[in-house]
């Protein structure tokens, strides 16, 4: 399987990989410095950010049905980027794509250390994984997910650790993964995350600040509702029911 490495000039595969990867030979020292550090953590750094984003903005702004439905889609992201990574490892030793700076010569390596397999980029299926699961969670939010992921795939090739292909197959993993396994791990984690909202201090995590809280006797009211309590009657003793009630 090692054969899908072939020349450039009867696989637009490296000829695409020689076209992204030789902008690192022509660019500033200090870009590639940039772009090595972006590729390798700073993009999935900034998938925390947006996942985190989005857990404080629908529990700000959503409702509690809302609020649990977000809630469960953005658990459901990391575990399925999890289970895609652990999809790709037979998947990478049944190929056993070599890395590209292995088979093709003037390759602008940026960062080193890259002794095992190819294909596919775990790199580009944990983004996308994590992109489409929190676009599942919110869609506003999972578009700059995926653009990230995106970005993610392209700083891979432009690296020279991975094949423009190697790329598209992590992008198809984690996608599939996240899409297929989402109904029943959705299914399983609402009603969960449900019964966390409605406990004590773990629901504060979960349940939205526009949810109802619990009044006297258990009867629901929003913050700052006016409870009306019942007069007493003048002249009433202490003790007498009101029979006209």
Known sequence: MAGLALDSGSNPDVSLLH????LARSAPAWFDRVMEFVGEYGIMLAMVLVV????????RRGTEEESVAAM????WAPLAAGLALLVNIPIRGFVERPRPFLDHEGIEVLVGGKTDFSFVSDHATMAMALGVGLFVAHRL????????????GFCRVYMGVHYPTDV??????GTAVTLLLAPPALGLLTPLLSAVARSGRAGRL????RAP????????HRPHERLDFAEPRQGAEPGD????A
Not at 213 to 220: A, I, L, P, Q, T
Not at 241 to 244: G, I, P, T, V
């Open 19 to 22: 076209d992204i990867n030789g």
């Open 52 to 59: 985190l984003w989005c857990w404080w903005y629908v529990r």
């Open 72 to 75: 469960a889609g953005l658990v």
């Open 141 to 152: 939010f999972g578009l700059a997910a995926i653009g990230l992921a995106l970005a993610e």
């Open 168 to 173: 598209v197959g992590g992008f198809a993993l």
């Open 206 to 209: 979960v349940r939205s600040r």
């Open 213 to 220: 809280g619990v009044g006297v006797r258990g009867r629901e």
């Open 241 to 244: 029911n009101d029979l006209a």
